[in-house]
């Protein structure tokens, strides 16, 4: 296999490098990280660079020799190949929900929570959850229950998948909010146990460390200000679902 240089986003702001990484790392695919700061107004020179090799002009990208793969889920099914299929179910059915699940989030995950981006779970304040947000917690809480009950956990399909990979961002962001998930305890506990799993684990470490990046639709309509910001002129990234 030729050289792998994965073109990653920044840590804080990029949920689809996120995954591609985490399906990568777990596969134990070798590769060579080089780091794109997505954030403004840096993102547009650099991703104009990333353009000359890659059609998409977007990270993640992961370049192999003169094939270039520059799609999140394609980077994750190429993990999924190397590690000889393990990061799917092996029955068919529970495979193609896995599927249904990862292609769910790489459609958008209906706009869940949308303004609860990637980039707000590392605020040192966060907003409290507003009813129409807590209620799309339960939308997406109320599809995964049933996976986790058939699987006994602790991940979505007993051992960790791709699946869980792909939810990995939304989770972060929506538990470090602080949802209500009395009602959904099996939920509650995939959420905690991905959090603290070693690759996730990983990440968010050096996520943590970084500048944040706020956004101005962060807060709801006629709601108060954050007491404090870290920066009084915000610098934009990616959202991410």
């Known amino acids: 296999m030729p050289h792998a240089i994965l073109y990653s986003g920044t840590r804080n702001a990029s949920s689809w490098a996120m995954r591609a990484w985490l399906a990568l790392r777990e596969a134990e695919f070798p590769f060579e990280e080089r780091m794109v700061d997505i954030r403004r107004p840096q993102r547009f020179a650099n991703l104009a660079r990333i353009a000359r090799f890659s059609p998409s002009a977007t990270v993640p990208a992961l370049v192999l020799g003169e094939t270039v793969v520059f799609d999140s889920l394609a980077i994750m ?3 999924n190949d190397h ?4 990061l799917l179910p092996a029955d068919p059915e529970r495979r ?3 599927r249904s699940i990862v292609a769910w989030q790489h459609a958008g995950l209906s706009r869940i929570c949308w303004r609860i981006s990637f980039e707000s779970a590392f605020y040192p304040w966060k907003r409290p959850l507003t009813p129409d947000e807590q209620g799309e917690v339960a939308r997406l809480c109320a599809a995964l229950e049933p996976v986790l009950a058939a699987s006994g956990g602790p991940y979505l399909f007993g051992a960790v998948s791709l699946a869980d990979f792909a939810l990995a961002p939304a989770a972060v962001r929506l538990l470090r909010h602080r949802p209500d998930l009395a009602a959904w305890p099996a939920t509650a506990a995939w959420m905690r146990e991905l959090i603290a799993s070693r690759w ?12 944040h990046i706020w956004f101005d ?3 709801p309509e006629a709601a ?10 915000p610098a934009q990234g990616s959202q991410s679902p």
């Open 83 to 86: 590690a000889g299929g393990r």
């Open 200 to 211: 996730v684990a990983e990440w968010l470490r050096q996520a943590d460390t970084l500048p």
């Open 217 to 219: 639709d962060y807060l």
């Open 77 to 79: 099914e190429l993990a």
């Open 224 to 233: 108060a200000p954050p007491p404090w910001r870290v920066d009084p002129h």
């Open 96 to 98: 193609a929900v896995a």
